[in-house]
């Protein structure tokens, strides 16, 4: 008679709930829900009819303005009109005593002008843009005076024989050459040239040709030629002595220039 063999079942182990917590919590949750209670209930009474309570007011938030770009320094003011423009003087020595008297050509300020120097007809007239630092009583008397001097000497000119000028009467660091010659700078710059009758001018410093009436947005050219209330006076236009010191080319560029200027 064959014998039938039966598989082994292993049916899971039964929790003990009087020692398993989980079993425990699961053991008294089936009680309550096979007796009918499947919700959770309080004993304080609770009236369902109420109007329902206003909500409480949010606290009061300050109001902070949102920041706002800082607004940009302002920028120099533009120079003051110059006064008399309309009644310049009428002479070279009247021009000059102006020079150092007129209180607009420099916001009232008159310490530190140093006047032009040489005769009204010089074989040459100099223009700068301004006295040295040092300077005094003489106008370029510094190493740019020193430098200028051995130009003569090399051109064969004496110091008799030019008058030399600044466009401004005091030495000015930076100035703003664009508003200075909008409040009539330039107006009398040129009018100290013809006052000067010079047969020949000579500018170091190529941002003073605006003030000789030039328009660098019309013509890249510079200038050959100063025309001002008839008067027509060759013009040659060099680099800033101070761009002159210490630079051989340059020097040898502005010697070639005053020898096809005067050949």
């Given at each position: 008679?064959?014998q039938?063999?039966?598989?082994?079942?292993?049916t899971?182990?039964?929790?003990?709930?009087?020692?398993?917590?989980?079993?425990?919590?699961?053991?008294v949750?089936?009680?309550?829900?096979?007796?009918?209670v499947?919700h959770?209930f309080?004993d304080?009474?609770?009236?369902?009819?109420?109007?329902?309570?206003?909500?409480?007011?949010?606290?009061?938030?300050?109001?902070?303005?949102p920041?706002?770009?800082a607004?940009?320094?302002?920028?120099?003011?533009a120079?003051a009109?110059?006064?008399?423009?309309?009644?310049l003087?009428?002479?070279?020595?009247?021009f000059q005593a102006?020079?150092?008297?007129e209180?607009?050509?420099?916001?009232?300020?008159?310490?530190g002008?140093?006047?032009?120097?040489?005769?009204?007809?010089?074989?040459?007239?100099?223009?700068?843009?301004?006295?040295?630092?040092?300077?005094?009583?003489?106008?370029?008397s510094?190493?740019?005076g020193?430098?200028?001097?051995?130009?003569?000497?090399?051109?064969g000119?004496?110091?008799?024989?030019?008058?030399?000028?600044?466009?401004?009467p005091?030495?000015?660091?930076?100035?703003?050459?664009?508003?200075?010659?909008?409040?009539?700078?330039?107006?009398?710059?040129?009018?100290?040239?013809?006052?000067?009758?010079p047969?020949?001018?000579?500018?170091?410093?190529?941002?003073i040709?605006?003030?000789?009436g030039?328009?660098?947005?019309?013509?890249a050219?510079?200038?050959?030629?100063?025309?001002?209330?008839?008067?027509?006076?060759?013009?040659?236009?060099?680099?800033g002595?101070?761009?002159?010191?210490g630079?051989?080319?340059?020097?040898?560029?502005l010697?070639?220039?005053?020898l096809?200027?005067?050949?």
């Open positions: 008679m064959r039938v063999k039966t598989a082994n079942v292993n899971p182990a039964q929790t003990d709930p009087r020692t398993d917590p989980a079993a425990a919590l699961a053991a949750l089936d009680w309550w829900r096979e007796a009918g499947d959770a309080s304080d009474p609770r009236t369902w009819l109420a109007e329902p309570a206003a909500p409480e007011p949010e606290p009061e938030r300050s109001y902070t303005p920041l706002m770009p607004k940009p320094a302002p920028g120099p003011l120079a009109p110059l006064a008399g423009l309309d009644a003087p009428a002479t070279l020595a009247e102006w020079w150092l008297a209180p607009s050509l420099d916001d009232g300020q008159l310490a002008r140093v006047p032009p120097r040489g005769a009204e007809g010089a074989a040459l007239m100099v223009l700068v843009d301004h006295p040295e630092v040092e300077d005094r009583d003489v106008l370029l510094s190493p740019q020193r430098l200028l001097q051995a130009m003569f000497a090399a051109m000119i004496g110091s008799e024989q030019a008058y030399i000028a600044a466009c401004l005091r030495h000015m660091p930076l100035p703003d050459w664009a508003a200075l010659d909008a409040a009539g700078l330039g107006q009398v710059v040129r009018h100290h040239i013809v006052l000067a009758r047969q020949r001018l000579l500018v170091f410093g190529r941002h040709s605006p003030l000789l030039h328009d660098p947005a019309k013509s050219e510079p200038l050959r030629i100063f025309n001002h209330e008839g008067q027509s006076i060759p013009l040659l236009i060099a680099p002595l101070a761009n002159l010191a630079r051989p080319r340059s020097k040898a560029g010697w070639q220039a005053w096809d200027w005067t050949g």
